[in-house]
């Protein structure tokens, strides 16, 4: 349908699909590219700048922005299907008895600014101020990441990252409903199953209609010398959503809305590196860990939750920081250490992970440290004389650095061992779970029927891509370097204040 932008306005913008003029930087060189998206909040209506805030079809919520009106193509807009009113029946007097219809969808809440906004999981006072939730509940099927949420939660990636990354990465994971439950209204819930597949062909981590409605907030952070473009939302106070970006100290991780700020916070922040106890540092590649107990450095901890919750799609986790420890990845220069990832990890897991949310930070991003990041926490695992898996789901681009990671390490094992091995030794030896141990080996094709019995071979592609893996310069943990002793924490140490 051709329409005008009056019409296309007057007939509902929100909801509707159309091409879209996506500009986008490949190698240094401009490209732009028609991509069909959907419509999900207007700001600015009514005035002679109007911006749509678009969903590309088939890409990944991180690539979701602003466009002009310029940018859309009103010669090609499917709205979306209008709600039809319920048809009355007549009742046993000649009433008109009106019959149950579907129930209206509202539009996406907005702050008292006009700017749009969307609800944050959670009670209390952890939403943003000035959002206004609208008069019909949140559906109890609607799963939670955290199960544990006090009174000032509800907001923060991260996830997990935060990373992370997921982090989370970085950014832990509720009990969803039993497939096939319905809600009060017979509404279909959600189930893993069904989130999974979802992340599969749909290219979001997050499907649930809490989550799809919120719409990022912060569109650019400065922090180091680095400009970055951030992916998600994340509930920095209201203020900072005004600002074209906001400034972050790489070293407190604090938030400011403008230079003049955050000019003055650096005069005064005294901090030159992480506030732990360092536990592992490599001269060479100039890398440290600490490890941070997110019980005695709230704030630290909750502004680097808020900070990876810009980077993670899952992560709601953001200031119930207490029952984790948190450990940050570094590189040191003469002004300091600055952050490149972290993971976290719960103080004490019912299912043995070890790692809830891991994230490295977009600007250091293909580099190596993701691996690095995995690679320390198995270390942890090893000395804890544990396996370890990270908390599921994982997000996109952290199932695929887990993922190569685990083929990397488990082709170093075989490529290098003589003689008979099982998957129990093997997960003895890396730390990884048998099951993450078994999904790597059926995706390498290494497991074979020979013989009456199942065995692992090494196909010549699995040994050229790992001898290519191993010519690559690659920096490493080092154990030997790792002065570390797992914290055990008493019963009394492990409770929170519910």
């Known amino acids: 349908m051709s329409v005008s932008p009056e019409e296309f306005l007057q007939l509902g913008a929100i909801g509707a699909t159309l091409p879209v003029q996506k500009i986008s930087v490949v190698n240094g060189v401009e490209e732009k590219n028609w991509h069909r998206a959907e419509v999900l909040s207007i700001r600015n209506e009514g005035t002679d700048k109007i911006e749509f805030y678009v969903h590309y079809e088939s890409f990944n919520k991180r690539l979701d922005e602003w466009v002009a009106l310029s940018a859309l193509d009103l010669s090609q807009v499917e709205f979306a299907r209008p709600v039809k009113k319920p048809t009355g029946s007549k009742g046993a007097a000649g009433q008109q008895v009106p019959s149950p219809g579907p129930t209206p969808v509202l539009p996406p809440p907005t702050t008292p600014s006009g700017n749009p906004a969307s609800l944050v999981e959670g009670s209390g006072s952890g939403a943003i101020a000035g959002v206004h939730a609208p008069s019909t509940p949140i559906p109890k099927s609607v799963p939670q990441k955290r199960k544990r949420l006090d009174d000032s939660s509800g907001t923060p990636g991260e996830s997990s990252a935060m990373e992370g990354v997921v982090d989370g990465g970085s950014s832990a994971a509720g009990t969803p409903a039993p497939e096939g439950a319905g809600g009060a209204d017979g509404e279909e819930t959600f189930s893993k199953e069904k989130e999974l597949e979802k992340l599969r062909v749909g290219g979001s981590m997050t499907q649930c209609l809490t989550e799809v409605a919120r719409l990022k907030n912060i569109h650019k952070i400065v922090m180091g010398k680095f400009e970055v473009d951030t992916w998600y939302f994340s509930p920095y106070p209201e203020e900072y959503t005004q600002q074209p970006r906001i400034y972050i100290c790489e070293f407190c991780l604090e938030a400011v809305g403008t230079p003049r700020q955050f000019e003055r916070h650096r005069a005064k922040c005294q901090l030159r590196h992480p506030p732990g106890n360092e536990i592992y540092r490599d001269e060479a590649s100039r890398i440290s860990f600490y490890e941070i107990d997110g019980k005695r450095q709230r704030s630290y901890c909750r502004n680097l939750c808020l900070l990876s919750k810009l980077f993670l799609d899952h992560k709601t986790l953001y200031y119930d920081v207490e029952p984790f420890l948190f450990y940050i990845m570094t590189s040191s220069d003469e002004t300091g250490h600055h952050l490149l990832g972290y993971f976290s990890k719960e103080k004490q897991s019912s299912e043995e992970y070890n790692v809830a949310c891991i994230l490295t930070l977009p600007q250091f991003q293909r580099m190596g440290y993701g691996k690095l990041l995995i690679q320390f926490s198995y270390e942890l695992s090893k000395i804890e004389k544990k396996t370890g898996s990270p908390e599921k789901p994982l997000s ?80 490493r943990i080092d154990p030997a370097r790792l002065d570390w002793i797992p914290p055990k924490f008493t019963p009394s140490q492990l409770r929170y204040g519910y």
């Open 396 to 475: 996109d681009l952290g199932l695929l650095s887990y993922r190569s990671y685990w083929a990397d390490v488990i082709l170093e094992k075989l490529y290098e061992y003589q003689g008979e091995v099982s998957i129990q030794e093997l997960s003895e030896i890396t730390s990884i779970t048998t099951d993450d141990i078994m999904h790597t080996l059926q995706a390498l094709d290494l497991i074979k029927y020979y013989g009456s019995q199942y065995v692992l071979c090494l196909s010549k592609n699995n040994i050229a891509h790992h001898e290519k893996n191993m010519a690559k310069n690659k920096t």
